[in-house]
Nanobody, 118 residues
Framework: EGQLVESGGGLVQPGGSLRLSCAASGFTFGSYDMSWVRQAPGKGPEWVTTINSSGGSTYYTDSVKGRFTISRDNAKNTLYLQMNSLKPEDTAVYYC???????????WGQGTQVTVSS
């Protein structure tokens, strides 16, 4: 059974940085495109960024371009999200997911809370 476990969330002031990690197990991590999806209070899931299986291609939603960087280490079965210049509107629970994230048979982590507030 596949599993994704996120870590690295927390409370940070506007303009600060956080690095999220996602440890994968129980499936062939290196064969999957991976994404980060976030959900703010009272809102639906929002796609943030995707990286292809080899790590050679990345995609970002416009609101995080230039501030967030997705990366992966297939040898360590780990996905990362470096978040810089954080804004209050980045506050959400961040989930590590396999693509396509709408696949009911895909994998989601339990989520990690990111709160940006002074």
């Amino acid at each position: 059974e596949g599993q994704l476990v996120e870590s690295g969330g927390g409370l940070v002031q506007p303009g600060g940085s956080l690095r999220l990690s996602c440890a994968a197990s129980g499936f062939t991590f290196g064969s999957y495109d991976m994404s980060w999806v976030r959900q703010a209070p009272g809102k639906g899931p929002e796609w943030v960024t995707t990286i292809n299986s080899s790590g050679g291609s990345t995609y970002y939603t416009d609101s995080v371009k230039g501030r967030f960087t997705i990366s992966r280490d297939n040898a360590k079965n780990t996905l990362y999200l470096q978040m810089n210049s954080l804004k209050p509107e980045d506050t959400a629970v961040y989930y590590c997911v396999t693509e396509p994230y709408t696949d009911p048979d895909g994998y989601w982590g339990q989520g990690t809370q990111v709160t940006v507030s002074s």
